[in-house]
């Protein structure tokens, strides 16, 4: 089953291929959830520095906890909100508590992903403009990460978004590299600032041969363009030594901790910065 780690999300997890009452039914739970508050939160996933281990920045990570049902796994729910729109309200509350959040931060990145269906929205680099001014976050402290899809997009109206974020200073990185396709050419083309390598190749490290060349493949390619690289899913002490060998710049994981409610984030970070 589909049931992600932890044990915690329990519901719709049976199966992916939901019928339609079931798929009815989470998006009026979430349109509730959008219209009344406190079941909707934002998570933060810290991410690490590989050379210097320190906290760079995190992820910001949206977690629902449903009146009968308990947590619901966001992999249930974002795809439901696409296809309903409801991603775009869903999206510009992640955002706005993302950018208060960071603004507290100076010199951390708050990273935060985006739906393709919001990209295509014309008006997508404006809101993220205002939402960064109402905050009082500067835009190279917010990194946006889409997937090679979104950012690829011919639609005039996505590349158009990517521009403009990017002219304005807001960093985009590509989320799930490797997993999409003829990924490792594209990523000559690509027009971004950094690439998230995606959990799949991170698990094979030290395991499987291929992973790892492909891993460096990436990583080297992204360098060669002036890119950054972020390894997600590292879980072992074995998979952190790999990805600093190679030379991955940032990594993410459980091995240094899952996503946290904002208060247990400044406890973390403040904690580190004593020490
Ligand atoms: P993602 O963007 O690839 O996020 C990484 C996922 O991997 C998160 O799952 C995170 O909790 C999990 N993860 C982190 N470290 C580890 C690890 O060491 N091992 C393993 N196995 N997993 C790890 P999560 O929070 O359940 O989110 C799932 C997906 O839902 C995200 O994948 C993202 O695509 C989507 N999502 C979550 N929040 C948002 C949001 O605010 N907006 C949009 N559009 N999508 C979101
Ligand atoms: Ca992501
Ligand atoms: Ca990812
Ligand atoms: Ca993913």
Redesign the pocket.
């Known amino acids: 089953s589909k049931t ?2 932890r044990g915690r999300y329990s519901f719709f997890s049976e199966d992916m291929d939901m019928t339609l009452g079931r798929r009815q039914r989470i998006e009026l739970d979430l349109r509730l959830a959008l219209a009344e508050g406190g079941q909707l939160h ?1 998570y933060y ?1 810290p991410i690490r520095s590989a050379r210097d281990r320190q906290i760079v920045g995190y ?4 977690r629902w906890n449903h009146p009968e049902s308990g947590w619901i ?3 249930f729910f ?1 795809p439901v909100a696409e296809e309903t729109g409801l ?1 775009e309200d ?2 510009a509350y ?1 955002l706005s508590e993302a950018c208060a959040a960071a603004a507290f931060w100076t010199g951390m990145t708050v990273a ?4 393709a269906v ?1 990209l295509r929205n014309p008006a997508y680099a404006e809101k993220v403009e205002k939402t960064l001014a109402a905050a009082g976050l500067e835009p190279r402290q917010l990194e946006l ?1 889409v997937t090679e899809t979104a950012a690829t997009d011919e639609t005039t109206a996505a590349a158009d978004n990517l521009r403009r974020l990017r002219a304005l200073g807001v960093k985009i990185a590509i ?2 590299f490797g997993t999409g396709f003829s990924s490792l050419g594209r990523l000559q083309s690509l027009n971004v600032d950094r690439i998230k390598i995606d ?1 799949s190749f991170v698990r094979g490290l030290g395991q499987k041969a291929g992973d790892e060349a492909i891993i460096r493949a990436i990583v080297d390619l992204a360098h060669a363009r002036g890119l950054k690289t972020t390894a ?4 072992t002490p074995e998979q952190d030594a790999g990805l600093t060998r190679i030379g991955c710049d940032n990594l ?4 240094y901790s ?2 946290v409610p904002l208060h247990e984030l400044k406890d973390m970070i403040v904690a580190r910065r004593k020490t």
Request: charged share 30%; aromatic share 2%; proline share 3%.
């Open positions: 992600t780690g934002v996933q992820e910001a990570l949206l796994s966001p992999e974002i991603i869903i999206g992640v935060v992903n985006v739906s919001e990460e989320d799930d959990k997600e899913g590292v879980e993410q994981g459980y091995l899952k996503a």
